[in-house]
């Protein structure tokens, strides 16, 4: 009984030395998500090596609220997803679990990191690895986007 009670213990250390970290971590991936949501607009983007003709581009949108997130073009939806983040990874993780779109049902690996107001995203295709740098060659299959945040209906009609 006296070994149970020391290994309870032991344990019970152990956990209250990860705990402070795991917090941080937590806090992290929180400040991350806060920072995301919103209305973002595309300012660059290539898939699988080739640009995202400007078109395109100029027409791309992404909307986060909570931990949901869409992708459109236009009045397009190209994707819905759940996304999870992990800010204590280098470089941070993000993970998609489609819910709409032609990836529905499948998960996305990327990475993502903030640049003052910016923020930009490497996605692996459903099913690949997650990538570990920023890139989109030809037959990597993966997106690679920037995006800024959009600024508010309020502030647009100020500028007028």
Partial sequence: MNSLKITFLIGL??????????????DAAKK?????????SMVSGASDGMQIPE??????KRV??????????????????KITLDASAKPKTID?????GPNKGKKQLGIYEFD???????????GDERPKEFSSKEGEKRILSVWK???PAAAKADEK
């Avoid at 152990?14 to 971590?25: N, R």
């Avoid at 909570?66 to 994707?79: A, K, P, W």
């Fill in 13 to 26: 250390a152990a956990v209250a030395g990860i705990s402070p970290a795991w917090a941080e971590d937590n």
């Fill in 32 to 40: 991350d998500k806060e920072k995301l949501q919103g209305e973002w």
């Fill in 55 to 60: 078109e395109y581009r100029k027409e791309m």
């Fill in 64 to 81: 986060c609220k909570g931990d949901e997130l869409t992708v459109s073009r236009g009045e397009e939806v190209i994707m819905k997803a």
């Fill in 96 to 100: 998609y679990d489609v819910t709409d």
């Fill in 116 to 126: 003052g107001e910016t923020v930009k995203f490497c996605l692996s295709a459903p």
């Fill in 149 to 151: 945040k959009a600024k």
